[in-house]
C-alpha cells in the first residue's frame, strides 16, 4: 500500500493536469488527505462503488500517461545524472581544495545545476 | 508559417503520444511530409473539411497538453541550464589548462550533463 501511495503521489505529480477536477480532487483526498472511501462518498453524496471507480480510472489514466510520457522515468534518469555530477564535482573541490577561484566556479556549476528537475 | 511549423513540431515531438492514431497520421503528414489538405483527404478518402478540423482539433489538443504540462518551457529552461554550465566549465578548463587531471573530470561532467534533455 505505501509503495502504491508513492507511486500514485509521483505519477500525481506530473500528470495530475490532465485529470478532471472530480479525478483530482478525489484522489487528493484519498492519498494525500487519507480520506477513506466512505468518507468520501459521504462528502460527495455518492455511492462507496462510485469513488472506487473514479479512484480506479484516475490511476489508470495516470500509468496510461506514464506509459506513453515516461516523465517520471526521465525525472529519475536525470536525478542519476546530477547525482554523478555533484560526486564528481566534489571530488574534483576535494582535490583542487587549495584553488579558490575554482572551488568557486565548481560551487557555481553546483547552483547551477540544483536549477533542473525542481 | 514557419514559425507555426516548428511550434507544432516541438509540441509534437513532446506530446504526439497523447494523439489519436489519426490525428497523429494526418499531423505527421502535413506538417512532416508537406503534404496538401487536398492530398491529404484524398488518402483517406475524407473531405478536405474533414482533413482541416483534424489537424485544428489535434493542434488544440497539443497547445493544450503544452498549458498543462509545461514541457517545452521546461526542456528549453534546461537548454539554458546546461548551456550555462557548459560555458562555465569551458571558462574553468581554459583558466587551469595545465591541470591535466582536473580538465579530464571538467570534461567527464560536460558528457554526463549531455544526458540530460536527450
Redesign the interface.
Known amino acids: 500500500m505505501f509503495q502504491k501511495m508513492i507511486e500514485i503521489n509521483m505519477l500525481y505529480d506530473?500528470?495530475g493536469?490532465?485529470l478532471t477536477a472530480r479525478q483530482k480532487e478525489i484522489l487528493k483526498l484519498y492519498y494525500e488527505d487519507n480520506f477513506s472511501v466512505s468518507e468520501i462518498a459521504e462528502a460527495f453524496s455518492i455511492s462507496r462503488q462510485a469513488v472506487h471507480d473514479t479512484i480506479k480510472k484516475a490511476e489508470k489514466a495516470l500509468r496510461e500517461?506514464e506509459s506513453?510520457?515516461g516523465?517520471v522515468q526521465k525525472f529519475e534518469?536525470?536525478e542519476e545524472?546530477?547525482a554523478?555530477?555533484d560526486l564528481?564535482?566534489n571530488?574534483?573541490i576535494k582535490?583542487?581544495s587549495q584553488?579558490e577561484?575554482?572551488k568557486e566556479?565548481?560551487q557555481?556549476?553546483k547552483s547551477?545545476?540544483d536549477?533542473?528537475n525542481e
Chains 1, 2 share one sequence.
Do not use: C, H, S, W
Request: aromatic share 10%.
Open positions: 506530473f500528470y493536469q490532465l500517461y506513453k510520457l516523465l534518469a536525470t545524472v546530477i554523478a555530477i564528481e564535482i571530488r574534483l582535490e583542487n584553488n577561484r575554482l566556479g565548481l557555481k556549476i547551477i545545476i536549477q533542473i
